[in-house]
């Protein structure tokens, strides 16, 4: 039976609901969690260290259902930590699969600007093809597979910034900021006074779905029809990154696709059925800001990406 959009709004309502048992705030990152899993994409999250990036994660994994695996990036990670390896075993005189940590359906790839960039490649195919290949073989990954990475901005030592062709695997990339003066007073009082890190079981988050479920989630944003003149929108904003004179490097067709896509989810996840102007602008900065590069006169004037985006937002003709 297929989900009607109603009952995916439900959902996303439930889902919203048990992450929030936990999670103080945040209601944007829920959000935009929640739009990259129905149309599975990849979330990238900027912060500062104990900001909660890795227990929403954890968090939003317990509340979907989903096989959760971490891997901590650090210098000497290689990429068979990451991936496997096939093992020779000496009992039965054969090769065998030693899986690693990415066989799961919730990646959570922690520090991952911590490790080089041959074991940051690593991800690229699993993100993209939702497979791996060890040895010339090639094994599946789920298909509710999702990688939620997490960078600190603070660090400079040591730290390895991701190359753009890896950047534009993520959806989204979502900058995790300090709460307020009443969200961090009710984070305090709700962790203030138990020992021990947090879990999401001990705080009452228990799953409102499974893969099943999230896979007729995933095939009711099929019912969000996709206007040509919002097809018109998206083309327009995307083009206009190419051609500003303060940046050096616009965004891609790829991204044009995954930012269309993105709103037919966030339509969806609203119970509607078609996408408006609103959608677009208002998944504009998250999709876009990773995949541009400031010129460096518009750095010197210290220019940042975000405004520039607003700018473009505000600038590009929208459908009325």
């Not at 009710?186 to 779905?209: D, S």
Request: net charge negative; aromatic share 4%.
């Amino acid at each position: 039976m297929t989900m009607t959009l109603d009952q995916l709004r439900d959902l996303a309502g439930s889902i919203r609901s048990e992450v929030g048992k936990a999670i103080v705030g945040q209601d944007e990152m829920i959000e935009h969690l929640l739009i990259a899993m129905v149309s599975q994409g990849h979330v990238l999250l900027e912060g500062p260290p104990g900001t909660a990036k890795t227990f929403l994660a954890q968090s939003f994994s317990t509340a979907l259902g989903l096989d959760f695996g971490r891997i901590q990036f650090t210098p000497d990670l290689l990429p068979g930590d990451i991936l496997g390896s096939n093992l020779f075993n000496f009992q039965t005189s054969q090769f065998t699969l030693t899986r690693g940590p990415i066989f799961c359906e919730l990646l959570l790839a922690d520090e991952i600007n911590r490790t080089p960039p041959k074991t940051q490649a690593a991800l690229l195919e699993a993100m993209q093809e939702r497979r791996v290949t060890l040895d010339g073989e090639t094994h599946s990954l789920p298909d509710r597979f999702m990688v939620v990475a997490t960078q600190n901005p603070i660090e400079s030592q040591g730290v390895y910034p991701l190359p753009e062709a890896q950047l534009d695997r993520f959806l989204f990339k979502l900058l995790v900021r300090y709460p307020d003066e009443s969200e961090e007073a009710k984070i305090v009082q709700q962790f203030g006074q138990r020992q021990g890190p947090p879990r999401p079981a001990e705080l009452g988050i228990t799953a409102v779905a499974d893969p099943a479920r999230l896979a007729e989630a995933s095939t009711a944003v099929d019912q969000v029809t996709v206007a040509q003149e919002i097809i018109d929108y998206v083309v327009r904003l995307v083009r206009a990154t190419r051609e500003h004179a303060d940046l050096a490097v616009g965004a891609s067709p790829r991204a044009a696709v995954m930012l269309a896509n993105a709103g037919r989810a966030r339509a969806a996840l609203h119970g509607r059925n078609y996408i408006i102007p609103d959608d677009i602008k208002a998944l504009a900065v998250p999709v876009l800001r990773h995949r541009l590069t400031l010129s460096p006169s518009a750095e010197i004037e210290g220019r940042d990406v975000e405004t520039l985006v607003a700018e473009l937002v505000e600038t590009t003709e929208a459908p009325r």
